[in-house]
C-alpha cells in the first residue's frame, strides 16, 4: 500500500492542490487535514462555522494552524456563489433556492470546487453516498461523453495492483454504461502508473454461454473498442480467464488478454461489490476507495465508518486526480 501512495505523492510534491473538506466538524476529518497540511502535499479547506471548528479541534488537541475554514453563512463571495448556482441549473433554482441550498456543506463545497476556489473535494465520513454525489452530478457534471459517473478500488497486494468497477455506484449499467466505465478505468489505472489491460466480466467467456446479460457485455466491448481503439481491452471473460494465463490459452487463446488484465468491468454493480469485498477479505487486497471518476472535476466520498487515514489517503487521491 506504501508503494501506491509513494507515487502519488511523487505528483503532488511541488504541486499541492486545495482539497474541501465539507465535513469540518468531525473529528477524523480535522485529524486528516492537519496531517495533510503539515505534509504540505494538500492544502486542506475545512467547510463550516470558524468557531465551532476551532473549538472542536481544540477538544481534540488537533492543530489547525494554517488550515483554512470557510463558513458558508460569512462567505465574501456567496453572492457571486449564488448567481454562479442559478446559471448552472438553468432555471432549476431560483436565487432564493440558492441562497437556502448553497448552506449545505456539500453544495457550497462542491460550489467552490466548480468556481475554481478548490481543486476536490472529499466528503463522506457523515454523510450518504446520494449527499456527496448529487451535488457534484448537478453541479460538476460529468465529462463530455461520458453519461454517468462510476466508482472504482483500486486493489493492491505488495508490488500488485488492480482496479475494480464499478463497485460503488450504478446498479444494473447497459452496454454503453459498461464501455464508458471502461475507459474510465483505464484513465483511473494510468494515474497509479498501471499500463491500463481491460477484461470485461461476465459468467461466460467469448461466447460459452448465450444470454442476455453476457450479450451486454459482448455489446459492451464493441462499444468501447469503437470509442477507444487504442486501449487494450476485450471480453466477455470469466475472471479465471482475465487472469490466469494458462486458463486464457485454453479459453481465448485469440484475445489481446492473455490472462494478463489489471483492469477489471464487473456487469453490475451485485457482483463488483460482492467481488472486491471477496479480494479483501479473503485475498488480502487492500481496497483503496471508492474513487469516483466521470466527472469534470475530482468529487469523492469516504465510507461513514472512515478512519482519519482513510480520510488523508483519499484526498491525497482526489488531489492528484485534478493535476
Known sequence: MSDLFEDVKKRLSGNARRIVFPEGLDERILKAASDLNKDGLVTPVLVGSKDKIEQKAKESSIDLGGVDIIDPANYGEFDAMVQAFVDRRKGKATEEDAKSILLDENYFGTMLVYMNKADGLVSGAAHSTADTVRPALQ???????????????????????????????????????LAEIAIASADTAKLFDIDPRVAMLSFSTKGSAKSEETEKVSEAVKVAKELAPNLTLDGEFQFDAAFVPSVAEKKAPDSDIKGDANVFVFPGLEAGNIGYKIAQRLGGLDAVGPILQGLNKPVNDLSRGCSAEDAYKLALITAAQSI
Open 139 to 177: 453541479i460538476i457534471k460529468t465529462k463530455e461523453g461520458i453519461k454517468k459517473t462510476s466508482g472504482v478500488f483500486i486493489m493492491v497486494r505488495g508490488e500488485e495492483k488492480y482496479v475494480f468497477a464499478d463497485c460503488a455506484i450504478n446498479i444494473a449499467p447497459n452496454s454503453q454504461d
